[in-house]
């Protein structure tokens, strides 16, 4: 093999991503959506696109060991009992439900291993849309957080289970190779534990060679590459090792300097990943197979939408959010091409199925950035439609007789900030209604002999229901700044001359609010910074004339 052709070829893969990657951007688009189209693009003119896919699948293990790095015991176990059974429930559900139906057209491997590929969503893409729509803190944007971090870390059994369904044979042959594998991941994360508890951290702080940047950096991409070799040396998965190395690495003393020195290697191989993922798509076959894909794209989205719905409203998540949640999670993730690609490397996917997999993963990954977008905005929509077209008579029979609040002061969102605001109503000798939706905090108002009205302050008939148009002075909590503004029009049309006082969680929203109709803005980031500034000005009073001496001897203190 002439190793400048294969560096000519991963140039010009790089080139086309980047480029590609920055329109794609440009488009609000995730970039991977541009690394993919780079491999599809470049695709047929490539002549060597085994040895670009066995680095990729480098960058597979080296980004299972990035995700191992975020995920310590210590922070899985903060995740939560409902954040985990709202994830576990996700994947158990969805892979059942498409197995069963794929069931109807192969047989029982296939089936599985399509319903596992269809069960992940994409974290990339996800999380950074929220994070830069300001939803991460909203209920969906929480939910989705929760299942997307419970799908990362059921990878590495899905990868495992695809692998086991590709060996074939009977339960006996099954049931032993699985044994063996368990011990085999076992006493590699024995050796791994010695390692990583005991040898690194004494090897850095005796010898002082934590202080030594490159050191680290060294470190870090041997432990990556070292342990997805290991893996695969005793026939394991590389990407299962990489995983268990970087779990186990996350309790090290110098995890938070490995998992920011791998950073720049990590983008270059997933990118790699991408772009060779890219080229397995077919684009002839996506035109004469069109009316095949868009079908099953609508039943994908359709399908795993309403299973998130239905399971967060049995975990008594509002209905608008339950179904937020399930639009912004409803596409296929960028570890389904890892299953994918092992299921046909299993011989446990035809072609034709392979095709029709990534050609559907390809899409939803490109409609994903604004289905997760206009989420809220969808959720509230279609409820409102169905309000709408209920018949006159059922209508009047759900609805909710009109309350005549005594209460002029309402509060509206009882996390933190509320209970704050409500404690210093009371002492104050003030009373005040709550608007809440969680049943949680509608339990905690409840507790402090507060009248609580759990209902939608989105909703134009609910707040009317719950008396608004009474209110004096409305104080909102809500952290979504987009929620926040349609609760604020909500109660300006109701209350025109009431006083709304709104919480701003990020200073770029404060306009926002202030022109839907708030009256005063409490701005999170200015308060904070005012309140910094003030303990330091006050910190530097009281320590004065220690302050004072140290600028002006200039020389260490003890």
Known sequence: MDVWYLIMEIVMLLGAAFLLGALAQRLKQSPIVGYLLAGTLLGPIMFNKAAVQDIAELGVALLLFSIGLEFSFSRLKAMGTRAFIIGVLQITVTLTVFALIFLLRGSWTQSLAMGAIIALSSTAIVLRVLVDRAEIDATHGRNALAILLTQDAAVVPLVLMVAMLGRGGDMQGAALHIVKTLAAAG?????????????????????????????????????????????????????????????????????????????????????????????????????????????????????????????????????????????????????????????????????????????????????????????????RRAFDIMHKTRAPEQAGRDETPEVTSADHIYIIGFGPAGRCVADVLVENCLSAAVIELNPKSAAIAREKGLSVHMVDATSSDAMAHVGIKDACLVIVTVPDPRVAQEIIRNIRFFAPAAMIIARSRYHIANASLKSSGATLVIDEETTVGNELAQTILETYRQRNRDALGCALAGVETQ
């Open 187 to 379: 006493g590699l994360a024995l050796v791994f534990y010695l390692i990583f508890y005991i040898a690194v951290p004494k090897a850095l702080v005796a010898g002082g060679l934590f202080a030594n940047r490159e050191l680290v950096i060294l470190l870090a991409i041997t432990t990556a590459i070292g342990s997805a070799w290991a893996a695969h040396a005793i026939g394991l998965s590389p990407a299962l090792g990489a995983f268990i190395a970087g779990m186990l690495l996350a309790e090290c003393s110098v995890a938070t300097q490995i998992r920011s020195d791998i950073g720049s290697l990590r983008t270059l191989f997933v990118t790699l990943f991408f772009t060779s993922i890219g080229m397995l798509a077919n684009p002839a076959w996506f035109i004469s197979n069109l009316a095949a894909t868009l079908f099953w794209v609508v039943i994908v989205f359709a399908g795993k939408a309403m299973i998130i719905f239905i399971i967060c409203i049995l975990l008594r998540i509002d209905r608008r959010n339950a179904l937020a949640t399930g639009i912004t999670l409803a596409q296929i993730g960028e570890f389904s091409f890892v299953l994918a690609t092992e299921a046909l490397r299993g011989n446990i996917l035809t072609q034709n199925q392979f095709d029709l997999l990534v050609t559907v993963n390809i899409i939803s990954m490109f409609l994903a950035p604004y289905m997760a977008a206009f989420a809220p905005l969808l959720a």
